[in-house]
Structures are given as C-alpha cells and as structure tokens.
C-alpha cells in the first residue's frame, strides 16, 4: 500500500525554502503515529531539510543520481517503480510518501492512501502541493483539530482511500 501524507494551507502551500511554513505538533504527533515502524521515501531535497534520517523508520530517497551520497541506514530508489516493487514486498505495510512536491506528483497516480492535514490558515511560502483529483478519491475519516496554545491554527485531520 503506498501512501501520501502532507499538510497544507488553506491555498495548497506546503513549504517554504525547504521546511514547513507553520508550527503545528499536532500534525507533528500524527505524522510521527502514523510513519513510525514504516518505510518513508522522500525527495533528496526533503531528505536535505532534515537534520537526520527519521528515527524509527526505514528511510528511502528517491533520485535518479547515480552518485547521491546518503548515509549508509538510508536507501535509495530510481523511480516510481521501485516504490511499487517496494510495495509489493511488504504487502501488509503502509509504504508512506512523505514529499516533497515532485515526488508528489510522481507517486500520485499509483497511491492507495492519502493522509492530509488541511490548516484553515494562509502562509506565505514557496513550493504547493499538487492538484489532486478527489473525484478519484473517498474520505474514509475525518477529525476536526483542536486550537489550543500549542496548535494555534484551525486544522483538520484527512483520510482517503482511492475509490
């Protein structure tokens, strides 16, 4: 099963210069729930906005340069197809997409799950996430944020299964 997880503002934004653009830990603790014990595979450009590889996690970079310098516990991918074949290894696991816009847009058509945090916030930032077809797509979940001191945007949690 491969899925996409992501948060969003209100107009689709992602990321600003590489990191996100707002302070949330709820989606932050969502984010860690869901991924944790699972394979991640990012862009080389996400990858470089961590200061690490994502602890309790097999982390996979996708990237087509023959010569990409990773640490020795991440592992590399060519192309989308190998995020299939990775899949099918582990059919009884979620294979979780976590960014960035390219690879998106790349794994898209063949994801079996979305994961979105919507924030009904504006920010300004530089990299959107690209358009899904949610015709394609059913929510299978819904949870509505909490504002809080720590959460200070309005937010909600999204599931969907491809339909």
Same mark, same amino acid.
């Given at each position: 099963m491969i899925a996409l997880i992501w948060a969003e503002d209100q107009n689709g934004l992602i990321g600003n210069q590489g990191q996100l653009p707002w302070h949330l830990p709820a989606d932050m *603790? $969502? &984010?860690k729930a869901l991924t944790t014990g699972h394979h991640v595979v990012m862009g080389r450009k996400t &990858? =470089? /906005? &961590?200061?690490?590889?994502l602890p309790r996690r097999t982390n996979w970079v996708l990237s087509r340069q023959p010569d990409l310098k990773l640490p020795p516990e991440v592992h590399q991918l060519a192309d989308v197809a190998a995020i299939q074949t990775l899949a099918a290894a582990h059919p009884d696991e979620? @294979?979780? %997409?976590?960014g960035g816009a390219v690879v998106f847009a790349a794994v898209l058509p063949v994801a079996?799950?979305?994961?979105? #945090?919507? @924030?009904? =916030? $504006?920010?300004? /930032?530089? #990299?959107?996430?690209p358009a899904v077809d949610y015709t394609q797509w059913q929510l299978v979940s819904q *949870? %509505? /944020? #909490? %504002?809080?001191e720590k959460n200070q945007y309005p937010y909600e949690f999204d599931d969907f299964r491809r339909r």
């Open positions: *603790q $969502r &984010f &990858f =470089a /906005g &961590f200061k690490r590889p979620p @294979i979780f %997409v976590i079996d799950y979305l994961y979105r #945090t919507r @924030i009904n =916030a $504006r920010f300004d /930032g530089d #990299t959107w996430m *949870q %509505v /944020g #909490t %504002v809080d």
